[in-house]
């Protein structure tokens, strides 16, 4: 049998050709700005399945702050955030925000349940799929998030790592915000006001 | 790897993590070894990763069967990887390979 050493020089810098034919976001994390509340978009419902098997629509959760999180078991900076929202999703409960991860982990529950049982994750997740992405102009990079209001409305998304303090920031004002009258106009105290109008 | 990104290496420290992995398709030649080079170890938060970044080079050693004709051809196979920066993670890919081969 003839040995034939075929030295298969792989230069990861040709291959470059394969990676960088996948869509990139730069290195800097996207960070948003709030939305003023006229311009905030309807956050596109779904209906996902959580990890007992029950089919969870996010429309159901309508006058609740909620913050959803697209990530993935095996995306570091996504882990790093985890322990924010078990704090958020405890310290702000009451208040009627809540935690949603979706999991875009190909591999499904089999991946993502050990994962929330080690981490002991207090927050639902709900499994992910390209529909649901798509929805949401797609999810090219994890972690994605989207603050969504009371209303089900977008009012910031941010895409990569965020800061704690910054997440903070926006469930506590978005928390806060009152209600729009019903003229449309935002009825937000007139700091608050200038604040959103120098944005 | 473009500054600033890395992809996982074939021995991930947490079993969580997507290996980079080579494989080939046996038919023209067959896989004998797949040597992946020394990772980098780095640290993204608390998360300790070992990592290839920049130029690096994955070596294949093939065996011919006796019963190969001579002649050319193309190896088949697929690379698994999942690249990440410090702020975010892209979805894992596999790519298809093709290398051109000369049996003589």
């Not at chain 1, 994750?121 to 390209?130: A, F, K, S, T």
């Not at chain 1, 800061?163 to 926006?170: H, S």
């Not at chain 2, 074939?10 to 030649?29: A, H, N, R, V, Y």
């Amino acid at each position: 049998m003839h040995q034939v050493k075929l030295l298969a020089l792989f230069v990861i810098a040709g291959a470059l050709v394969l990676l960088i034919s996948h869509p990139w976001r730069g290195p800097e994390t996207t960070r948003a700005n709030t939305k003023a509340v006229g311009d905030r978009k309807p956050a596109p419902n779904f209906t996902l399945k959580d990890a007992s098997g029950a089919s969870v629509e996010l429309s159901s959760y309508r006058g609740k702050v909620v913050l959803l999180n697209f990530w993935a078991t095996w995306c570091g900076p996504c882990e790093m955030e985890i322990p924010w929202f078990e704090q958020f999703e405890q310290q702000y409960k009451s208040r009627g925000f809540e935690v949603v991860g979706v999991s875009m982990d190909d591999d499904g529950w089999p991946a993502v349940k050990p994962f929330i049982a080690a981490k002991k994750i207090n927050y639902r997740i709900l499994l992910g799929n390209d529909s649901v992405t798509q929805l949401y102009g797609g999810v090219d990079a994890l972690p994605t998030t989207f603050m969504i209001d009371r209303e089900g409305r977008i009012a910031d998304v941010h895409v990569g790592l965020a800061g704690r303090d910054e997440y903070a920031n926006e469930i506590q004002s978005l928390l806060d915000n009152h209600e729009t009258t019903n003229s449309g106009r935002d009825s937000r105290p007139v700091a608050g006001l200038l604040v959103g109008a120098t944005k | 790897m473009p500054p600033g990104l890395h992809v996982n290496s074939d021995k991930p420290k947490d079993e969580f993590i997507i290996p980079l992995k080579l494989t080939w398709s046996d038919g023209l030649l067959v896989t004998k070894t797949v040597t992946y080079p020394k990772a980098e170890e780095i640290k993204v938060g608390s998360q300790d990763l070992t990592v290839f970044t920049g130029n690096f080079t994955i070596e294949t050693q093939f065996e011919v069967p006796a019963k190969a004709a001579s002649g050319s051809g193309t190896v088949t196979g697929k690379l698994r990887y999942q690249a990440c920066n410090n702020q975010m993670c892209f979805r894992p890919v596999t790519a298809d390979v093709h290398i051109p081969v000369v049996i003589e």
